[in-house]
Every structure is written in C-alpha cells, then in structure tokens.
C-alpha cells in the first residue's frame, strides 16, 4: 500500500510540474502576441467606398491605412492634398489604395485626355489653320491667342441700283486658351529647326464663343493673334472695314 501511494504522490507532483510548464509555456505564446514586431509600415490612403470613373474626388471619400510596406503599391498616395478636388478617370474600389495613375486634374493644359484638360463650364472647339493664320506654326498648347475673322459682306447701293462685296475685319475672341495643336496636348511643343506642321488648333471656349467661332468659320477666313501670357485684357476691338484703313 505504501508503495502504491508514493506512485500516485509521485504523479500527482508531475502532473502539477506539467501543468506549470503549459501555462508558462501559454503565457509566453500570449505575451509573443501582443509584442510588436518589426514589420515596416506606412501610411497611405485608401477609398473609403466604391467611387465610379470621372467623380471629382472629396475627403469623404478617402480613409487613411497603415499597411505592411511590402503591401504599398507603387504609386499610392500618401499627401491628402494631392487626391481632394482631382477627378478618378477609372473605377476606385473601397478600400484600394488612391494611386496617381487613377486621378487626373481638370482644366490644366498637358492632360493626356483632351476632355480632362476642359475646365467645366467650357467646350473645346477645332479650328482649321494653315501656314500664314497659324502663325508660321509657333503656336502651342497652353498658349493664349485673339482670333479675327475676315468677311465679304455684300453692299447694296439702292441710288445706283448696284451692290458691290465690301471687306470687314473683327475681332471675334480674345485671351483663348489653346488645349492642343493637330493632336499634340502637351505643353512642351518647342519651335526647332525642323518645325512641326499643324492644321489645326483646338480652342477652349465658351458654349456661346463656340457658336460664333463657328459661324465665323462658316462665312469667311479666321486668324490667330498669339499673346503675351502675362497680358490678359481684353482690347474689345471695332470692326474695320478697307475704308478704315485707307483713311489713316
């Protein structure tokens, strides 16, 4: 009996010993889990709901996320200010990271699209031009031109019973705002020696302005006037005819 009872003694201190090294060995694994590691992160944001293509972007709309830095794509935003007010020209979905290749700014000439380089409320229009009314091709976009049309206006002289074509020069618009030459968007078309030839010029306009820039076109000849970019006034021109400039 006595030796029966110093097994069971025996097993009883070893199942406490064992039942100490288990929840030393538990806290240990809790403690590891709680313990930061070493894993670089960084901050970046991402869309806080889905956000459809060509929705101008708000704060609402975007959440920031400490992520692995293993996990940041190239290209994730991480300056708040350069994602507010840009425009998504693809589907964002929520919680994928804001990349700059998804948003693009309106109204700045050098936009990849035409279409997101119109500021809102304008209209883009092309017109055609050659050597002489394209101003010997040293037009570029971004730069500001005055547009004048030239027209033959018939005269009737009810005295004499006669008519006769009387020539009028106007100044349609002033201080435009030129989006791109031929299909060239990018602000950096620079005259060199091998000067590149254009046809046509693409203007920012108003609706109205679109209108009677094309009837202009329709009825007679236009001309671009290239501007000085720090000179934007408007010099609200009178029609002239022949008449006016014999008479000086």
């Known amino acids: 009996m006595k030796g029966r009872s110093r097994v069971v003694k025996k097993v009883r201190i070893l199942a406490i010993i064992s039942a100490a090294v288990t929840g030393l060995l538990l806290f240990v694994f809790l403690s590891s889990l709680n313990r930061p590691t070493d894993t670089e992160t960084m901050t970046v944001f991402v869309a806080a709901l889905n956000i459809k293509a060509d929705t101008p972007i ?22 708040q200010s350069k994602i507010i007010g840009k425009v998504s ?25 035409l279409a997101y380089a119109i500021k809102p409320g304008l209209r883009a229009i092309t017109i055609a031009v050659d050597e002489t009314a394209g101003l010997a091709y040293m037009i570029a976009p971004g730069n500001r031109i005055d547009i004048i049309g030239e027209f033959l206006i018939t005269a009737s002289d009810e005295a ?3 008519s006769a074509k009387v020539s009028h020069t106007t100044m349609i618009l002033e201080n435009i705002n030129v989006l791109a030459v031929d299909n060239v968007l990018s602000k950096d078309g620079k005259v060199s020696s091998d000067t590149p030839v254009y046809t046509t010029l693409t203007l920012e306009v108003t609706p109205k302005q679109a209108m009677e820039l094309s009837e202009a076109q329709f009825e007679g000849q236009l001309r671009a006037i290239l501007r000085s970019p720090i000179d934007t006034d408007e010099t609200k021109q009178p029609s002239i005819t022949l008449d006016d400039v014999m008479a000086r």
């Open 58 to 79: 708000t704060a609402a709309m975007i959440q920031m996320a400490e992520l692995p830095l293993g996990a940041v794509i190239s290209g994730a935003i991480t300056d």
């Open 89 to 113: 020209n693809a589907e964002i979905f929520a919680g994928e990271q804001i990349l700059g290749a998804k948003l693009v700014s309106t109204g700045e000439n050098g936009n990849e699209t």
């Open 160 to 162: 004499a019973d006669s």
